[in-house]
């Protein structure tokens, strides 16, 4: 069972798994604003996915699901995304993230209470999908994260993310659900909702449009290749050790200005805007995000030498790939620009 399969990342995890081989994948999601089934056109039709419309706070719903489908592994990565929306409305981060994640904690300790003792129980993984921004912030000058970081988060977006982190520990510990985690730095890719900073800035870009950037655009982020993550999680989910945690990045870390910058220089390499200015003339510096966090740097040794991970993308190769695919795909993003899109259409709004 995939949670959030409808999203960036989780769709990224239903195609890679697909693709690999050898699971059936459920797909569990309510399709909020984030959920978008144009994203699944690809493995729609494959005999090894499927996908349940459900709500993760739908503890019901969610034990029919684990017995009906005979469910061995959970990938949890449902929930509130963006740390913005979690600055303007903090109700519904705790209430997806924390509520929604210990609803289905309790629905996953009943199914894995009710599986044949042996291989089927101790063989059941629960693994929580969070994120490096549970640390809170580094010096803009030296220091990553590593799994023995204390957490310190600063928005009510990764505030919400550590306590479902805690939780997860927490039903291990006290109830001994076999359950694994990972933490990964900020993903960019194919499919990525255009509120996040690389494809807002993408098609923003591309329509001569403003580029906002927070602050002075000094803040540090490291960033990843989606796929690449979705390699990572299959890697935590089948061979990650229980209780074990494992931070994922690419050790590719940008201010956030040069990242805006080499998105304007990439575009008007393949495309000059019609009015011959450079995109770099686009660049306009508005109000800081509150709290926002200097620097994230992930330290994945302990991915590497326990899983064998190794990013395939630099974010040179995953930033071209990443603008052709949003220069070859309008037919998705085009839709949700104008608001208008699977999730909206099936009235998740
Ligand atoms: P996203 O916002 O693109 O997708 C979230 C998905 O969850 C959507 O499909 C949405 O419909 C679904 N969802 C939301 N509430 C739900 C509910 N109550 N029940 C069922 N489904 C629900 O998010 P993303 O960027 O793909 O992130 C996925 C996970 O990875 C999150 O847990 C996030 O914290 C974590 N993460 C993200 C990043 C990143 O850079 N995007 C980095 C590290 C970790
Ligand atoms: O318009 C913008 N201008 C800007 O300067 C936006 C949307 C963002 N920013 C800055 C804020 C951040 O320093 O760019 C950086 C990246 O911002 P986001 O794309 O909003 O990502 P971030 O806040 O870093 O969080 C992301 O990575 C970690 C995901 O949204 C989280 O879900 C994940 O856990």
Not at 312 to 330: K, P
Request: charged share 25%.
């Amino acid at each position: 069972m995939v949670t959030g399969g409808a999203g960036f990342i989780g769709s990224a995890v239903c195609r890679h798994l697909v693709a690999r081989g050898g699971y059936r994948v459920v797909n569990v999601d309510a399709l909020t604003y984030a959920g978008n089934l144009a994203s699944l056109d690809g493995i729609a039709g494959d005999p090894a996915y499927r996908f349940v419309r459900a709500d993760i706070r739908d503890g019901d719903a969610m034990r029919s699901i684990l017995a009906e489908e005979a469910i061995d592994t959970i990938m949890h990565l449902a929930a509130e995304s963006h740390v913005d929306r979690s600055i303007d409305g903090p109700a519904a981060f705790v209430d997806t993230n924390v509520v929604g994640t210990v609803t289905l904690l309790g629905a996953a300790l009943d199914h894995w209470r009710a599986l044949p003792e042996g291989e089927a129980r101790s063989g059941f993984r629960f693994h929580h999908i969070s994120t490096d921004e549970v640390f809170g912030d580094l010096p803009f000058d030296s220091g990553v994260f590593t799994e023995e970081t204390p957490y310190r988060p600063s928005s009510p977006y990764s505030a919400s993310k550590a306590a479902s982190d805690h939780f997860v520990r927490a039903w291990q510990e006290t109830y001994g659900l076999p359950v694994v985690l990972s933490n990964c730095s900020n993903n960019y890719g194919p499919f990525h909702f255009p509120e996040k900073l690389i494809p807002l800035v993408i098609l923003n870009a591309l329509e001569g449009r403003p580029l906002p950037v927070y602050g002075r655009g000094v803040n540090v982020r490291d960033w990843l290749f989606v796929e690449d993550h979705a390699a990572a999680l299959e890697l935590v989910a089948t061979r990650g050790r229980v209780g074990e945690s494992y931070n994922i990045g690419g050790r590719e870390e940008r201010t956030n200005l040069q990242v805006v910058e080499a998105i304007c220089d990439a575009l008007d390499a393949r495309m000059p805007l019609a009015i011959g200015a450079p995109r770099r003339s686009l660049i306009t510096f508005v109000a800081d995000r509150p709290g926002h966090d200097r620097r994230y740097a992930i330290d994945p040794a302990k991915a590497e030498q326990e899983l064998g991970w190794r990013p395939a993308h630099s974010f040179e190769s995953g930033l071209a790939a990443t603008i052709d695919w949003y220069l070859a795909n309008e037919a998705w993003w085009r839709p949700i620009r104008e608001g208008n899109y699977a999730g909206d259409r099936l009235g998740a709004g």
